[in-house]
């Protein structure tokens, strides 16, 4: 397999929705070209009734999307090649795309879980069973020293966090625990085994820069969060970012623009949320400040796993250390122009979106300056906002026609943190506004 291709898989029932049913759905047409979805659907083959056993399940519950990561595809065969990686946070949206990213790169991947929901993600696609797991919790210090150790981690991607602004919001103290104790045993875990360690990536965000009114944001601002959530990623930032001042532990910060694709199954999200809304005829919901309208910049999945990737490559340089860098697209767009060009993609412009209340905290504009991670990391998107959102449509159809509902999709979450259970866990990625 290409270790440049980054696979990530819907998960669907043993049986695909059989093609007679297909005119029961009013918007087929307008959703996806007629002849891709005849083929589509062709090309996806039934299970027979002696293919009943565990491996062929999980190959039934993998359908097509493999696309690489990086359209040019010069990366190389060597990047992470054996290397011995620690993910946290590896069965969120994010970390499930990086953790299949890095096992097809051929790295030796160990991921802590406190545990792991059979119908999430993680587990359907059989990442769960490539991976080496350690069950436990990233508030435990000395489980994360062991764990460093025994398995003799060369590399370390923190990406555990609670996630979602209105979560940290309504359970501060929760979100300061796991975010900011989260990280800082962890670094300590990695200064304890410094000997092993020889790289640390940790997955923060735009809204550490806080309220600031001077867009785009740029890595020479201050680091000022406001709100708990902002707060908690702001001093994980820093905490960071010390450890390679005071110990110097080669320790690199990634602050990523507002992540959307395939994969995400928060709905608080504004991007998956509006196309399983407008997939269930219903109308998207566009939450609204007291005045003015939100901004933000997006970042496909794609771009945000060659972020990574490029970051992961530059920590091979001490002048890297210690460094972050913003990840975005560089634009600073309305939310209601996002769900506009999401209805325009799926042909459903006539639905008039439901407007609603901002969540507190929230902060007005956003966006992100990248020309540091271009000129020093060779990073750009390489994904414009209509190509990703049109990519994320087809992956979302794909799974509703294959018959997943969304009741059932929402239950299947997954969290590595050991600090909650049951429906209402929260994702272990960067917050996605």
């Known amino acids: 397999m290409n270790s440049s291709a980054v696979h990530f898989h819907a998960a669907h029932r043993k049986t695909a929705l059989p093609e007679a049913a297909i005119p029961c759905l009013p918007w087929r047409f307008r959703l996806v070209k007629a002849g891709r979805l005849a083929t589509s659907l062709k090309r996806q083959r039934r299970p027979s009734a002696k293919h009943s056993d565990a491996r062929t399940t999980r190959l039934q519950l993998k359908t097509a999307l493999k696309v690489s990561a990086e359209p040019s595809s010069q990366l190389g065969e060597i990047f992470m090649h054996m290397h011995r990686i620690f993910l946290t946070g590896a069965t969120g949206f994010t970390g499930s795309w990086l953790a299949e990213h890095m096992l097809d790169a051929g790295a030796v991947v160990t991921t802590l879980l406190v545990d792991s929901d059979a119908d999430g993600i993680f587990n359907r696609t059989g990442i769960a069973q490539r991976v080496r797991r350690v069950y436990g919790s990233i508030l435990d210090f000395d489980l994360l020293v062991r764990t460093i150790a025994d398995h003799g981690i060369d590399s370390v991607f923190h990406l555990a966090a609670i996630s979602v602004v209105h979560k940290a919001y309504g359970r501060p103290r929760e979100s300061f625990e796991v975010n900011i104790r989260g990280t800082y045993n962890l670094l300590e875990a990695c200064r304890v085994n410094r000997d092993l360690v020889k790289k640390v ?33 702001s001093c994980a930032d820093l905490i960071a970012r010390s450890y390679h001042h005071s110990f110097d532990l080669p320790v690199g910060v990634a602050r990523f623009a507002n992540i959307y694709g395939g994969g995400d199954f928060n709905w608080s999200r504004l991007v998956p949320n509006t196309i399983r809304r407008l997939l269930n005829g219903e109308a998207p919901l566009v939450r609204s400040p007291s005045h003015g309208v939100y901004k933000r910049d997006f970042l496909y999945i794609k771009d945000q796993v060659r972020a990574f990737r490029s970051l992961f490559d530059g920590l091979s340089r001490r002048e890297v250390w210690g460094q972050a860098y913003n990840f975005g697209m560089g634009d600073c767009l309305a939310v209601p122009e996002v769900v506009a060009k999401i209805q325009r993609i799926m042909g459903l412009e006539q639905i008039v979106p439901s407007m609603e209340k901002g969540e507190p905290g929230e902060i007005l504009h956003q966006q992100l300056g990248t020309e540091k991670a271009r000129i020093e990391l060779g990073w750009a998107p390489s994904w414009s906002i209509d190509d990703g959102l049109a990519e994320t449509v087809d992956w979302y159809t794909q799974l509703f026609l294959q018959g997943i509902k969304s009741d059932r999709v929402d239950a299947a979450r997954c969290v590595s943190l050991g600090t909650e259970s049951g429906p209402n866990r929260a994702f272990v990625a960067p917050n996605i506004t």
């Not at 990536?201 to 959530?229: I, W």
Request: proline residues 12%; aromatic residues 10%.
């Open 201 to 233: 990536l940790l997955a923060s965000s735009d809204k550490v820069y806080g309220d600031n009114p001077c867009l785009p944001y740029t890595e020479t601002l201050p680091v000022q969060g406001m709100n708990p959530y902002d707060v908690s990623k």
